[in-house]
């Protein structure tokens, strides 16, 4: 079996617990990898204290090293809204027919990027309005894929989300 490996994108600070290490969990739970990554290497901490090793920076990741990216939300994960280089990665893995996961806020990262046209997607009940300005069908639901796309609306649905992931890794 050829190894499967996932880059999960956090906020150095102020990640979502549950959205990270939930998902984590499923993920390596169905043997696939997870690389951690931020806007800087070191400690990243979530907003309920606790700590993430980021060992790439998000400008170092190469899409043809992974099955697929996830956008971990929480509150810090806002500055990836407008973030080129997040926005960027987002498509690129798309475009290879990758799994591009995004849970919480940060599914705003895709519908910002273009990704969500069309397309049916949920979120963070805060972020219902930007996903429908930029074209995204919402759903409303804990977790929704579309094509190779997975949204999930927060901390309760990391497991679920985590699990979808996996599935469509393959």
Known sequence: MVDRQVVMVIAFKGFRDEELFDTQKELENA???TVVASTQLGNATGVLGGIAEATRVIGQIKVDEFDGIVFVGGGGAGIYFND???QELA???NAKGKV???ICIAPSILANAGMLKGKKATAFPS????LRENG???TGQDVTVDGK???ANGPKTAKE???KIAEYIG
Not at 127 to 130: A, C, D, I
């Open 136 to 138: 995204a069908v919402w």
């Open 161 to 163: 989300f985590g699990r």
């Open 100 to 102: 591009v996961g995004a």
């Open 31 to 33: 043997c696939v990898k």
């Open 84 to 86: 080129y280089k997040a």
């Open 149 to 151: 796309i997975v949204t």
């Open 91 to 93: 498509r690129e893995f």
């Open 127 to 130: 972020e219902e309005g930007n």
